[in-house]
């Protein structure tokens, strides 16, 4: 099978380093947005429900499960569900967060699933999609799925600025958005590669146009609003794999302090004050991709 079009991170070690550890796990326990309750209705309604209930485990693989987020949300509507992951750390936290009997946690090394062929009714990547292999996950995807199964990649972004008025201050989508230029500007400065970079709204876009399966779309799936200061922002930015484990000496060129005086400036020119604790909303939009399991899964 060739993959052509597809990013074969083979040497992908962002994850390792940048999801492993109390501290890190902490930082991002605090600060990530609750997956909302949608999520499972976007799930189920990708889902043939006469086929699925038809396999005999329905089960549920949540690859890149984290501390279990979006693995805790989805348990409810499975019989069985297995949360993998490459972070111990993480994982520690996930098994603490979900007791349910019926979810298992395991750690992982690499992008081989470790289940058995045509035994999955749906694998969901929560904010994980990108840190995997494509062409090595897909396949795998297309070995565990059963026919009519789905692979639902959910990401979501802080995408809509606005005063705690109502008042419009930025929209990451819109043309020549100055959101998106110190949005991207942060993780360019912080290094990250490009299809970390692209999980912004954009959507997956490279890999979402190489996959050949007519049944791919994304569906948007809530939006949340979260009051905001500077400082959490920062907080959230900060957050962001790709800024942690890193240093910058010269503060001139850490890309928090780069972004900070950005963020500023867009709230100033809204008629914000700008300080450390001014408030403002930030509206959170989840949306995921998905791509159903037919005949062939897809995959040029
Ligand atoms: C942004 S976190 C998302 C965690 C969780 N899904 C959530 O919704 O909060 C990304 C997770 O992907 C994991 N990860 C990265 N590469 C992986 C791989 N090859 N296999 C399994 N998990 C991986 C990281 O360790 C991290 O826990």
């Given amino acids: 099978m060739a993959f052509d079009g597809l990013p074969d991170r083979k040497n992908n070690s962002v994850a390792q380093k940048d999801f492993e550890g109390e501290d890190i796990v902490g930082v991002y326990e605090s600060i990530q947005p609750e997956w909302p309750d949608e999520v499972r209705q ?54 603490k967060k979900v007791s349910n009997p019926k979810v298992k946690f395991q750690l992982v090394y690499d992008d081989k699933l470790p289940v058995e062929s045509s035994s999955t009714v749906a694998v969901t990547c929560g904010i994980s999609f990108h840190y995997l292999n494509t062409p090595v996950f897909l396949a795998e995807c297309d070995r565990i799925l059963v026919e009519g199964g789905v692979l639902a990649c959910f990401v979501f972004g802080p995408n809509i600025l606005t005063s705690l008025h109502g008042t419009p201050i930025a929209n990451y989508s819109a043309e020549s958005s100055r959101w998106q230029h110190i949005y991207r500007e942060f993780q360019i400065n912080c290094g990250m590669d490009e299809v970390v970079r692209e999980i912004h709204l954009t959507r997956y876009e490279a890999i979402f146009n190489a996959l050949t399966n007519p049944t791919k779309h994304w569906r948007h799936i809530a939006k949340r609003d979260v009051k905001y200061t500077i400082k959490k922002m920062l907080d959230y930015m900060s957050s962001i794999a790709g800024y942690r484990n890193k240093t910058f000496p010269d503060p001139t060129k850490d890309p928090l302090n780069i972004f900070r005086e950005g963020l500023i400036a867009i709230l100033r020119e809204a008629g914000l004050e700008g300080s450390e604790d001014t408030e403002f909303v930030v509206t959170f939009e989840f949306s995921a991709m998905i791509i159903k399991k037919t005949n062939k899964f897809g995959i040029a």
């Fill in 42 to 95: 976007a799930l189920a309604d990708s889902l043939n429900k006469n086929e699925s209930r038809e396999v005999r485990h329905h089960f549920l693989l949540d690859v890149g499960c984290g501390s279990g987020n979006l693995t805790k949300v989805l348990a409810n509507d499975f019989d069985r569900v297995l949360g993998i992951d490459i972070s111990e750390s993480m994982l520690k936290v996930a098994e």
